[in-house]
DNA sequence: CCTCTATAGATGTATATACATCCAACTCAG
DNA sequence: CTGAGTTGGATGTATATACATCTATAGAGG
């Protein structure tokens, strides 16, 4: 099973980011363009939590994304913490970027049928849910 | 969706692995040993398309499975080509791994049920087939 | 045989991602 | 307030992964 969960999110991954290439824009960091578009300001470690990665893997990441002017940064009141939102520019990446990737996805969604994609969104999710809250409880 | 898989492939792999990191292997090695297994020798190229992997980025992975003497290869008749097989040790390793492996797996079969299993592992193998078949048709 | 083109991998470079470890800031017991 | 332990990120290091480009080998014509 995470063998098949990888090779899927290589092969969709490379599907969506073939339309995506041209604007300059990978996968990992359009999905943390719509999460901050979402949530509004965030820390790094909420954010990482909502994306199920390590929060300290975010951090190169979001240096790429701030060079490139899409992210913004400050200290929050704890002065630990990265509160994380879009930028004006990020603002604007993703509403040019959000047409090309929907009419990706609209043809996978064409592809699989309203079910069988609903069905698949609600078992990842479920998968994600379970294996992260058994995290460390080995 | 994109960033549904991507994410549930982490919190996966994560879940996986964890199990596994005593062991010293990673879930794409164990992956490759598993293909490996199946198939018997095969070239690097056609391993990538069964793994929906770009076979140059499995020159990497596969120079540290070999450094560790998990897999060998030769020149096939065709000299260009690597023709790929577990050695001895990797068949071991492979063997030693398979039941920690399977113990996680099945905690997580447990858990979706028989039904939502096999519907994850049909949808996943659809989705990899059909945006492998779209590559490059745009 | 020789050249042209196509193909299999290797290599360069960039991003993605994780864990271990480190530092700074926070918390709380005393 | 102060020292001990905790927590948020930053940094070091290793693997994963992709695309562009390069090299060597195949194969097709002439």
Redesign the interface.
Known sequence: ????????????????Q??LWPLGLR??Q??IL?ALSRTGEVSQGRLGEI???DSTSLTRTLAIMRRRGWIAVRRGEDQRERLLRLSRGGAAKLKRVTPVWDGV?A???G??GER??K???R??????E???A???S?
Do not use: D, H, I, P
Request: charged share 15%; with cysteine.
């Open positions: 099973m995470c063998g098949s969960f990888r090779r899927t999110a290589r092969a969709l991954t490379s599907f969506y073939e339309a996968a990992t359009l999905t719509q994306l199920a990665m996805q043809r996978l969604r592809k699989l069988g994609w069905n698949l969104l078992l990842t999710n479920q998968v994600t379970w294996t992260t058994q995290a460390g080995l």
